[in-house]
């Protein structure tokens, strides 16, 4: 599989990093190497809603078996904080570069 | 605009790409079908309340038609009141808190939630105990799946009210 894949954003809660329209290109290998850090733009697919992805950062990984997101516009992010832990199964990848409008 | 988002548009033409959502909500998660239920419960009260009501005969004087009326009209008020809130607490679970996913697992739910607002619509507009039941019954079945999703057992049983009427209530143990 190619490592690279394309996401267009949408929806405010990781403004300033991305706004919507802006595109992200996602490593698709960055994880098979080491885990995710603190700090990683990722995206994941949603624990609620599994057809739909999510762009957030790390804000923790307490154990190598999951890692907590949150959005950089943390008064309107819906993150986990609402919906707790997300299991590294659901991480598609790292963003590797930002692409802004 | 940079020349590698160009690109990335250009491409978009080809083939779309997915979605990433920085996905926004007041990261609240606090959501309880109870509000619904009790509101049905109170639109059943009145309905009660107002059917037992004595109307004054022909030989009323004006204060027994003055005191039936302002009952008559508290009851109704709070009847409308609470088919409104019933309605509104529907919509918050069915916008707010239900998910694509759920109706995977629920496929009745949407046409449940229109139940619940017909109903209430219906409940607020007569004095109708058949529409005021119709309305506790879809907000009960919206709260069985609420707790289910929740991963909750429900029980149903008589209300410790004086309505009576069956309603579903999580098993936490």
């Known amino acids: 599989m190619f490592p690279f894949r394309r996401f267009r954003v949408e929806d405010e809660s990781m403004r300033p990093t991305l706004a919507p329209g802006d595109y992200v290109l996602v490593n698709r290998w960055a994880y098979r190497v080491r885990t995710p850090a603190r700090g990683d733009l990722v995206v994941v697919q949603d624990p609620e809603s599994s057809e739909r992805f999510l762009v957030k950062r790390v804000a923790d990984a307490p154990n190598p078996r999951e890692i907590l997101v949150k959005g950089d516009n943390d008064r309107v992010s819906r993150d986990s904080r609402a919906f707790g832990p997300v299991p590294l199964e659901n991480v598609i990848g790292k963003v590797w570069l930002r692409l802004r409008r | ?173």
């Open chain 2, 1 to 173: 605009m940079s020349l590698l988002h160009s690109l990335a548009r250009l491409l978009d033409r080809i083939s779309p790409a997915p979605i990433a959502y920085a996905h926004c909500d007041i990261p609240c998660g606090i959501y309880d079908p109870h509000h619904a239920q009790m509101a049905a419960h109170t639109v059943i009260r009145m309905v009660d309340l107002i059917n037992q009501l004595e109307k004054p005969g022909p030989g009323a004087t004006p204060e027994q038609r003055q005191e039936y009326m302002a009952k008559l009209a508290r009851y109704v008020a709070t009847k409308e009141q609470h088919a409104e809130i019933a309605k509104a607490e529907v919509r918050i679970l069915w916008g707010d808190y239900f998910k694509p996913d759920h109706l995977k697992t629920f496929p009745d739910l949407h046409d449940l939630v229109w139940k619940a607002l017909k109903s209430g619509s219906k409940a607020r507009q007569e004095i109708n105990v058949q529409a005021s039941e119709d309305l506790l019954k879809a907000t009960n079945e919206i709260a069985s799946i609420y707790w289910k999703t929740k991963g909750l057992e429900t029980i149903k049983v008589k209300a410790p009210y004086p309505t009576e009427r069956e309603t579903v209530y999580p098993k936490f143990h």
